[in-house]
Nanobody, 123 residues
Framework: VQLQASGGGSVQAGGSLRLSCTAS????????MGWFRQAPGKEREFVAG????????KYVDSVKGRFTISRDNARNTLYLQMNNVKPEDTAVYYC?????????????????WGQGTQVTVSS
């Protein structure tokens, strides 16, 4: 199974980006999924999660009200709509299946971390 994140780029503060993550080789309709990010010199952190049906989501406090996670199980695709981005959102963003919800932790056995997609926000 491969998770391919895309949609990153360079954007000015206050702008928007939409990230996508497509799973190939296996359906993810039965697993919770999440977005993580890693900024230079920092550990990878959880950003947003969504349960298998899409009925429940959760976010790290720093992105609440600005980011929205969603999924299309028919297309095997996960999304992250990023609005009103800030320079501190600059990071490489990764998608992953979630092994646990509280706290949210990745499930490496579902798929390894992919390349991620770079998001750079300038002030």
């Amino acid at each position: 199974v491969q998770l391919q994140a895309s949609g990153g780029g360079s954007v000015q503060a206050g702008g928007s980006l939409r990230l996508s993550c497509t799973a190939s080789g296996r359906s993810f309709r039965n697993v919770a999924m999440g977005w993580f990010r890693q900024a230079p010199g920092k550990e990878r952190e959880f950003v947003a999660g969504i349960i298998y049906s899409g009925a429940s989501t959760k976010y790290v406090d720093s992105v609440k009200g600005r980011f929205t996670i969603s999924r299309d199980n028919a297309r095997n695709t996960l999304y992250l709509q990023m609005n009103n981005v800030k320079p501190e959102d600059t990071a490489v963003y990764y998608c992953a299946a979630l092994a646990t919800w509280n706290p949210p932790q990745s499930l490496p056995s579902f798929a390894p971390w992919g390349q991620g997609t770079q998001v750079t926000v300038s002030s």
